[in-house]
């Protein structure tokens, strides 16, 4: 299969023109080509060369997050992130880096709830080595008790380190464990202590054994590299590995929430800080793009009407934003909030629910829509700069919906969201018995 996406960013030139039009990315001039491919034993490849570019971004998705987790094994994904640079019978411990970031890589990894990452960024001619070395770990990584009691430390470390140098993560945590109670979003990312503390090396062996496997994984390489000879590695070290059925997700299905939840928080900061949170849909809900101008409306900016009504007008916050987190799941919809001096939460609460109501009473203009369109298509370009954007972007749509075809879609279901779909999506989600709060209290 092949696609074209783009790499001049056209669409910004356009883009004022286009605000009316139903233009699919194709239209918008992205031209960078794109080819997919699945081998043998599942795995799925995707390859977008372009010459232009300087470096190769190669990532390995695996569909693997917290979410596949359950009770007494939460955190295994995320261990697993500092697992794989272990070593394996091939290579030993820290050779991957050595490998690699001895000559200039970057490597590195990230897990979230839905999903596992793991990067390198390097000059071309490290690609079959980069291979060599993904392929290897997936296959012969070395776990025994040495390595969980160490990455164990770590992780500890790691989650301790979070939390005391960024208290927001902990506010963050415990939004997701108030607004869940039967989904696996319910617990961090970074697991449990207890459950950490508890884990077992055949754990480990089960789970590498289930999800580290080419059926439940996606290569994506992105900048400069001949096709050709990277699907002739992509056979050479990936075709001998034997794929194994994943098991089936059988994710708990969260209750609608029937009244609003609150927990507070006591620490010692300057000023009261609240998140809030309204359960929405998952990425591929119709609703989604909605949800999406909503919130850019409300909180994105100096523009918005959040940030002119209560940190510029009443002066009663000096910081709004929002986020729609849409992962492959229902999710959320948060607001976080800073108080100015020692005001208390209760009057930005009383604002926003002003600010929703009218929303909810009166709707959205026409031209509030468009800046919102206009905001997020620039975004979207901008993250596409780089050969890493561009396969971030590419391994989320191919993970997430199955289907890279569908961000050909999305600039057009969002040109085509009218004020009245704003509206309704107010209505629908931002009420408060659909609403959690936590709020961060100074101590006194």
Known sequence: MKIRISSGFQVLNFFVSLLAADVSAEELGIRVSVEQKKLANGLSVILAEDPSATVVCYQTWYQVGSVDEIPGLTGISHLFEHLMFKGTSKYGPREFFRQLESRGAEVNAFTTRDYTVYYEVFVPELLEKVMDLESDRMTSLVLDQESLDHERVVAFEERKLRAENFPEVKIQESLWQLAFRSHPYHWPVTGFPSDLLNMKVSDLGKYYQDYYQPNNALVVIVGNFKKESALRWIKKYYEPIPKHDRPERKIPVEPEQAEERRLILRDRIGSEKFLQSYHIVA????????????????????????????????????????????????????????MRGKLSSEKAEAALNRLINDIQNNGVTEDEVRTA??????????SLRTPYGLAQMLGTIQTVFGNLHRFESDLAKYLQVRPVDIQKAAKK????????IVTWVPTT
């Not at 989600?429 to 659909?434: F, G, K, Q, R, V």
């Open 283 to 338: 990425a591929d809900h119709e609703d989604s793009y909605s949800i999406d101008l909503l919130s850019n409306i409300l909180f994105e900016g100096p523009a918005s009407r959040a940030y002119r009504k209560l940190v510029q007008e009443e002066e009663i916050l000096t910081e709004i934003s929002s986020a729609s987190y849409t992962p492959a799941f229902p999710g959320l919809l948060i607001i976080s909030g800073k």
């Open 429 to 436: 989600y931002l009420n408060p018995n659909n609403r959690s």
């Open 373 to 382: 369109v206009k905001q997020l298509t620039i975004q979207w370009v901008d």
